[in-house]
Each structure stands twice: as structure tokens, then as C-alpha cells.
């Protein structure tokens, strides 16, 4: 079956970094034609686009990380990556990755807690 994979969560004090990985899975899946993002999801809010790249290498990022995130692919390795600097304690949630082409792909999450 298809698995998005993610990982490097964690507990980061606030202004640390910190880097996500999704790697993908699955004897036929690869996300070269794919767009891949990150999602997160606050306790009480809604699941949140934080930042995508399509498979041809365009960004984009939501206003609120704009200039602290980074969001990189590597399709010979299957994976996406996620780097989070000037990290804040309002970018905690649970961070997802997807893959987005002719299906969607969920992974299951990652913890981030930024402290203050």
C-alpha cells in the first residue's frame, strides 16, 4: 500500500529550527508528478495548508510562515522535507504531509511543540 511516512517532530524551544521528513512508500508510488505539502492541525482549529511545492520545483507558503519555513524535495530519495526556523509556540500542531496528484495521500502526522 501507499505510506507517507513523516517524521523529525519534536519539542523545540521557541527561535529553535527544526526539520520534518516524508518519506513515501509503496512497491509502485514515487511523487515526482506530484505536488507535496505540509499540513498542520492546532488542538480546536482546522487542518491548515503551511506549505507546498509542485513537481516542477514552485513554492508556496502561508503567510503566518513565510520566511521561517522551507519546503524541499528529493525525489530520487521519495521524500519531502520541512525546515522550520524562528520556530514560535503558535506553529505547534500536528504536522502532515500529502501528496497530491491524480489521488491524495495522507501521512498520519508528527508532533511539533514549540515552548515559550
Known amino acids: 500500500q501507499v505510506q507517507l511516512v513523516e517524521s523529525g517532530g519534536g519539542l523545540v524551544q521557541a527561535g529553535g529550527s527544526l526539520r520534518l521528513s516524508c518519506a513515501a512508500s509503496?512497491?509502485?508510488?514515487?511523487?515526482?508528478?506530484?505536488?507535496m505539502g505540509w499540513h498542520r492541525q492546532a488542538p480546536g482549529k482546522k487542518r491548515e495548508l503551511v506549505a507546498a511545492?509542485?513537481?516542477?520545483?514552485?513554492?508556496n507558503y502561508a503567510d503566518s510562515v513565510k520566511g521561517r519555513f522551507i519546503i524541499s524535495r528529493d525525489n530520487a530519495k521519495n521524500t519531502v522535507y520541512l525546515q522550520m526556523n524562528s520556530l514560535k509556540p503558535e506553529d505547534t500542531a500536528v504536522y502532515y504531509c500529502?501528496?497530491?496528484?491524480?489521488?491524495?495521500?495522507w501521512g498520519q502526522g508528527t508532533q511539533v511543540t514549540v515552548s515559550s
Open positions: 500529502n501528496a497530491d496528484g491524480i489521488y491524495t495521500f
Open positions: 509503496g512497491s509502485i508510488f514515487r511523487i515526482n508528478d506530484m505536488t
Open positions: 511545492v509542485t513537481s516542477g520545483g514552485s513554492t
